[in-house]
């Protein structure tokens, strides 16, 4: 069983980038899947959550520059950044749950920067 996530690197200010997270060993399409970033020196958030039943809740500071979606033929769920700030530079995360079960991916690098 694992999450795999991927996607990340250095990306230009308005630029955008597109996160991918894989799963294998398990049916992701029992599964809400979340995405969380950590910024150097502060603790992990969520910023958007993508439910099975397609219902999508999005933080502020990424509301209307990031989308999530999934592809459940292929266990996987993507995270579209655009219009990309400094700010979003950080460890990204994306999360697996299904009622007690939580799949962690390793994270993935994201930096923003001219």
């Known amino acids: 069983v694992q999450l795999q996530a991927s996607g990340g690197g250095l990306v230009q200010p308005g630029g955008s980038l597109r996160l991918s997270c894989k799963a294998s060993?398990?049916?992701?399409?029992?599964?809400?899947v979340a995405w969380f970033r950590q910024a150097p020196g502060k603790k992990r958030d969520w910023i958007v959550c993508?439910?099975?039943?397609?219902?999508?809740d999005y933080r502020n500071p990424v509301r209307g520059r990031f989308a999530v979606s999934r592809d459940n033929a292929k266990s996987t769920a993507y995270l579209q950044m655009s219009a990309l700030k400094p700010e979003d530079t950080a460890i990204y995360y994306c999360?697996?749950?299904?009622?007690?079960?939580?799949?962690w991916g390793q994270g993935t690098q994201v930096t923003v920067s001219s």
């Open positions: 060993g398990f049916a992701l399409d029992y599964y809400s």
């Open positions: 999360r697996a749950a299904y009622l007690r079960t939580n799949y």
């Open positions: 993508g439910r099975k039943n397609d219902e999508k």
